[in-house]
């Protein structure tokens, strides 16, 4: 919400909250798709899961797309943060101690 009145332009807001509403929704399927799977996940289990939160990424672009350029810039640098810590997450090359707390300024 206050991306949305803060920063994408007046004119587009209402397209804003709607992609907002539908990333949120998209984020509480996943979590409720997930808690409802007792079991080890199934390759199905995986790609609806990955489709959910292909669905929430589209979302969360096009709500990206209403932004200023500035406001782009920003979040863009946000994405590439959050992009090397996933990567190394998955590497399993993260080092707390090293690398210290993923910090967005």
Do not use: S
Not at 6 to 11: A, L, T
Not at 36 to 58: C, S
Request: net charge negative; aromatic share 12%; glycine share 6%.
């Amino acid at each position: 919400k206050l991306m949305i009145n803060g920063e994408i332009p007046e004119e587009k807001r209402p397209e804003g909250a709607t992609y907002a509403a539908r990333a949120m929704n998209g984020l509480q399927t996943i979590l409720t798709t997930a808690a409802g799977i007792q079991r080890p996940f199934t390759k199905d289990d995986m790609v609806e899961i990955a489709d959910l939160y292909n669905f929430v990424a589209y979302q969360l672009d096009e709500m990206y797309q209403l932004l200023p350029p500035e406001e782009k810039d920003k979040y863009y640098g946000y994405f590439r943060r959050v992009t090397e810590y996933e990567k190394k997450v998955a590497d399993g090359t993260y080092n707390p101690d090293i690398d210290g707390v993923l910090e967005l300024k």
